[in-house]
């Protein structure tokens, strides 16, 4: 069983920065996907970013540039890095583990709220 807990959330403004943090629970971690998340109010949960297990990368379109996401595995961890951020940016952000089928788990979220 995995457990995974978002941190970092908070109230910034527009053009702050955010680091969020998602710390696994288990033996998977260092084998799997890890993703961010993202639910705005009154829209449908989106992917953000995600990084394989051997440190690969990939964004949407709407954060490229601006959010990092890295892993630390020794630490069972991994990071969202937001800058620049936007009002649009607001919203409930998630953290999820893959690894093939058999394991799907997401953490509770974190609220990060971008005023302008």
């Known amino acids: 069983q995995v457990q995974l807990v978002e941190s970092g959330g908070g109230l910034v403004q527009a053009g702050g920065s955010l680091r969020l943090s998602c710390a696994a629970s288990?033996?998977?971690?260092?084998?799997?996907?890890m993703g961010w998340y993202r639910q705005a109010p009154g829209k449908q949960r989106e992917w953000v970013a995600g990084i394989s297990s051997g440190g690969s990368t990939d964004y949407s379109d709407s954060v490229k540039g601006r959010f990092t996401i890295s892993r630390d595995n020794a630490k069972n961890t991994v990071y969202l890095q937001m800058n620049s951020l936007k009002p649009e940016d607001t919203a409930v952000y998630y953290c999820r583990l893959t690894r093939g089928i058999l394991y799907d788990y997401w953490g509770k979220g974190t609220q990060v709220t971008v005023s302008s």
């Open positions: 288990g033996s998977i971690f260092s084998i799997s996907y």
